[in-house]
């Protein structure tokens, strides 16, 4: 158990809706990232939160954003979806910035988009 | 712009042998490399690190060599156990606390 929460494990929506993902870190880790895999390729950076400020930003869509609330918990809002958005979705925790280096994973959202 | 790659999407190994796997990278600010496995509906699994003024880090069974000259690193597993069947993800980051970016992943199959 990584100690990294991400809810839910599954989502089955359509096309043109919203839908929220949720993450809690592990106690005590201040960086929040999120990252998506989509067709068993590789993670592909989304966002990255610290203490609730956006630190970095990847490859995320517009329809896309996310936050990290004061107690840190973090929110990935994925709007407008279309068949595309269908991947794995997941977030990862660290300490910090230096000694931030290791990020530890929640299991994922599956965002399946009919 | 795939600035990680493991070119090598599968690998079959005899228990008891040993798992070569390979990773390359194309950007040289990249200082801090990680290896993660990933079992099915897990996330990424931490496995070892090393940091670009290493060229070998060892944890167990697990070792990590890193050629910054070549821009090409490798994970060995010795000896191979069939619980270390997963798809190995390589890592790169430039810096603690920042993102890491990916390559495709190997999967492994370790056979009894």
């Known amino acids: 158990d990584s100690g990294v929460t991400q809810t839910p494990k599954h989502l089955i929506t359509a096309t043109g809706q919203r839908v929220t993902l949720r993450c809690s870190p592990r106690s005590g880790d201040l960086s929040v990232y999120w990252y998506q895999q989509s067709l068993d390729q590789g993670l592909q950076f989304l966002i990255q939160?610290?203490?609730?400020?956006?630190?970095a930003k990847g490859n995320i869509l517009e329809r896309f954003s996310a936050q990290q609330f004061p107690d840190l918990h973090s929110e990935l809002n994925l709007s407008s979806l279309e068949l595309g958005d269908s991947a794995l979705y997941f977030c990862?925790?660290?300490?910090?910035?230096?000694?931030?280096?290791?990020?530890?994973f929640g299991a994922g959202t599956r965002l399946s988009v009919l | 712009d795939q600035q990680v790659k493991q070119n090598s999407p599968s690998l079959s190994v005899q228990e008891g042998r040993i798992s070569i796997l390979n990773c390359d990278y194309t950007?040289?600010?990249?200082?801090?490399f990680l290896w993660y496995k990933k079992y099915p509906a897990e996330g990424p699994t931490f496995l070892i690190s090393i940091s670009s003024i290493k060229d070998k880090n060892e944890d167990g069974r697990f070792t990590v060599f890193l050629n910054k000259s070549a821009k090409h690193l490798s994970l060995h597993i010795v000896p191979s156990q069939p619980g270390d069947s997963a798809v190995y993800f390589c890592?790169?980051?430039?810096?603690?606390?920042?993102?890491?970016?990916f390559g495709g992943g190997t999967r492994v199959l370790v056979k009894p």
């Open positions: 890592a790169a980051s430039r810096a603690a606390g920042n993102k890491l970016t």
């Open positions: 990862a925790s660290s300490a910090g910035r230096a000694e931030g280096l290791i990020q530890y």
């Open positions: 950007n040289s600010m990249f200082d801090y």
């Open positions: 939160y610290y203490n609730g400020e956006e630190r």
